[in-house]
T-cell receptor, first 112, second 112 residues
Framework: KNEVEQSPQNLTAQEGEFITINCSYS?????LHWLQQHPGGGIVSLFM???GKKKHGRLIATINIQEKHSSLHITASHPRDSAVYIC??????????????FGTGTRLTIIP | DSGVTQTPKHLITATGQRVTLRCSPR?????VYWYQQSLDQGLQFLIQ???????AKGNILERFSAQQFPDLHSELNLSSLELGDSALYFC???????????FGPGTRLTVT
């Protein structure tokens, strides 16, 4: 079993729809990261969170530490949101440094 | 633009060869991370340096090595290349560790 599971693997929606991508993990973590990877390959960090909820524009990320689960929401989705969204969990090593373990990603396509 | 630069953008080489990938972190960031993204394995953490010292190691092969120089730029050396080493190699940087990571544009390595 992978340490980080994302669902769904693929998601196609109409412009304007509310989008939810889920991430579950099986180990204790220091923080959870949400990343966005565009078709050209570049990766952008969207959120880093260790508790509660964060919001940036139309994006909202939540995490439930007890349930080992995080969600990424996109409100009023737009075709430019089409990308692969990757969840990564941070595991702290002996020296207090963080090693990221990645989910397999959710490919989101927003149709105009 | 994340402020992290990587060179070269593309690299095509033959099996058995050795290559060096270079990464310059964002100004002020002390931590550099290297990741490999292949079609079959997804994103994997390779190694982390903080202010010149190796801090965490992931799934890095013995044929691969890295270092971080006094000016904080980092190099990833890949030797005795195999077809399976073909992948996108990303570096990322952060101010501290753990911390939000900013990704470079990646180097696409093709081994023929």
């Amino acid at each position: 079993k992978n340490e980080v599971e994302q669902s769904p693997q693929n998601l196609t929606a109409q412009e304007g729809e509310f989008i939810t991508i889920n991430c579950s993990y099986s180990v204790g973590i220091s923080a959870l990261h949400w990343l966005q990877q565009h078709p050209g390959g570049g990766i952008v960090s969207l959120f880093m969170l260790s508790s509660g909820k964060k919001k940036h524009g139309r994006l909202i990320a939540t995490i439930n530490i007890q349930e080992k689960h995080s969600s990424l929401h996109i409100t009023a989705s737009h075709p430019r949101d089409s990308a692969v969204y990757i969840c990564a969990v941070g595991l702290i090593s002996n020296f207090g440094n963080e090693k990221l373990t990645f989910g397999t990603g959710t490919r989101l396509t927003i149709i105009p | 633009d994340s402020g992290v630069t990587q060179t070269p953008k593309h690299l095509i080489t033959a099996t058995g060869q050795r290559v060096t990938l270079r990464c310059s972190p964002r100004s002020g960031d002390l931590s550099v991370y290297w990741y490999q993204q292949s079609l079959d394995q997804g994103l994997q953490f390779l190694i982390q340096y903080y202010n010149g010292e190796e801090r965490a190691k992931g799934n890095i092969l013995e044929r691969f090595s890295a270092q971080q120089f006094p000016d904080l730029h980092s190099e990833l050396n890949l030797s005795s290349l195999e077809l399976g080493d073909s992948a996108l190699y990303f570096c990322a940087s952060s101010v501290g560790s753990p911390g939000e990571q900013y990704f470079g544009p990646g180097t696409r390595l093709t081994v023929t």
